[in-house]
């Protein structure tokens, strides 16, 4: 069973996807770059939402919720989600976050340690390595496939005006040449336990060994290196994904 609701947050009126029992522990889930709360976690909602309520927002300025601001940045998100979770009266919850959206789990487990009983953080990086200073570079529209080009506005166009697609990607790459940056002392203050996943041949996040860094500074910390593994572990091995967070929130 599953509905689509909207919370008050902050200037937004954010759409959720919730799903599972409402008396269930709850578990929040951040999507990435470009996704919404329905089209980043098809292949492990309905296992997730065995065990959890499992509550799947779209972000600010993705899907169905609109953006004021026309801003996005980490710090803003996580801060958004934390309003989030404090208005339904959930807090703290479990986290999970898939790359750009590890990202912000990440942000929001540092930053807001009250609303987060454990974090997972996938396909994400506390710092700013210098391969990722690409992405800031040039429009990052620019370099994107006319297949994923035309997903996104499918998902984001639709609300808002053709093309805004091109805009919140921008908008993304130069976040992501820029934040998060945290240093090993800002992750060893953090006691929240997370679990830090990455497939290993993650293109994005394997060269830099990004999961190795936060598993090694963060205080309370383990590591799933998924073997011959892209970016997507949950969608690549949704049974053992299911099957692993649900035991680390459970443990």
């Not at 997730?48 to 799947?56: D, G, P």
């Not at 497939?199 to 500074?217: I, L, T, W």
Request: aromatic content about 10%; hydrophobic content about 40%.
């Amino acid at each position: 069973m599953s509905h689509m609701p909207f919370a008050r947050v902050s200037d937004l009126q954010m759409l959720y996807n919730e799903y599972g029992a409402s008396d269930a522990p709850p578990l929040l889930l951040v999507h990435g770059s470009g996704g919404t709360g329905a089209s980043e976690w098809k292949t492990v909602r309905d296992g997730l939402a065995k065990h959890f309520r499992v509550l799947a927002p779209d972000c600010r300025g993705h899907g169905k919720t609109l953006d004021p601001r026309n801003e996005y940045t980490f710090d803003l998100l996580a801060n958004d989600l934390a309003e989030f979770l404090r208005a339904l009266h959930i807090a703290p919850a479990f986290v999970v976050g898939h790359s750009n959206g590890g990202n912000v789990a990440l942000v929001l487990t540092v930053e807001h340690a009250d609303v987060v009983k454990k974090s997972v953080v996938m396909a994400g990086n506390a710092y700013v390595s210098a391969d990722l200073l690409r992405y800031g570079q040039a429009d990052w529209s620019d370099r994107i496939s006319a297949t994923w080009g035309a997903e996104l506005a499918a998902l984001h166009d639709a609300p808002r005006y053709p093309g805004y697609w091109r805009a919140l990607m921008d908008r993304t790459g130069r976040e992501i040449a820029r934040a998060p940056n945290y240093t090993p002392n800002d992750l060893h203050r953090v006691k929240t336990p997370v679990l830090v996943i990455q497939g290993a041949n993650d293109s994005v996040n394997a060269p830099s060994h990004h999961a190795e860094f936060m598993a090694e500074n963060l205080a309370n910390a383990q590591l799933w290196l998924a073997p011959d593994t892209g970016h997507s572990v949950h969608e690549e091995h949704p049974h053992e994904w299911v099957e692993r967070v649900a035991k680390f929130f459970w443990e």
